[in-house]
């Protein structure tokens, strides 16, 4: 039997996803935890108030918390991975644009991802990191456990940071950093 609503849930094919994992071992990105990435995702959490942030790197079968701020604190590499099909990373790598969700039971083709009853995520705000290459290597982003109002203030913020820390991975590239 046909359900026309059974599409909407599903994380989209990811065409990209074996050249982003080469591009992501030759930058040596996204196989542990950097500390510099876990300064940028405090201070991501201190520009837009969220209580949570990521830099998020993302492979074939799962996402990778290079650099997280929880209201937790630091934890180890056991918080840091998630499966590709929770989230709304892996939309926003394969739109290759930013998504801002203020509420996300507002939006049925994200209602139903199992962060929101697993785990409580009631909204999101998230960019790509496109880098030189062409390649999405995966995200910037920010949860609340509470709708909020991100407005084109969180747009602009979560974009402009997205564009500073590909930057800066370029620099690393280059041995700047």
Not at 18 to 31: D, H, S
Not at 125 to 149: F, H, M, Y
Request: proline share 7%; charged share 25%; hydrophobic share 40%.
């Amino acid at each position: 039997m046909y359900d026309p609503t059974a599409h909407l849930l599903l994380t989209p094919v990811d065409k990209e996803a074996p050249a982003r994992v080469r591009r992501l071992r030759g930058l040596g990105l996204g196989q542990r935890a950097d500390p510099a990435l876990d300064l940028f995702a405090d201070r991501l959490a201190e520009l837009t108030g969220a209580p949570y942030s990521m830099v998020n790197f993302i492979g074939e079968e799962r996402q990778f918390f290079a650099g997280l701020h929880t209201p937790q604190g630091p934890c180890g590499d056991d918080c840091r991975f998630m499966a590709r099909d929770y989230g709304y990373c892996p939309h926003v790598v394969a739109r290759r644009k930013a998504l801002v969700l203020e509420d996300v039971r507002d939006y049925p083709r994200f209602a139903g991802n199992p962060v929101v009853d697993e785990i409580g995520i009631r909204s999101y705000l998230g960019a790509p990191l496109i880098d030189r290459t062409g390649v999405v290597l995966g995200t910037v982003c920010v949860v609340d456990v509470e709708p909020r109002p991100w407005g084109r203030a969180g747009l602009d913020t979560i974009k402009t940071m997205a564009a500073e820390l590909v930057g800066q991975i370029h620099r690393r590239e280059d041995g700047g950093i």
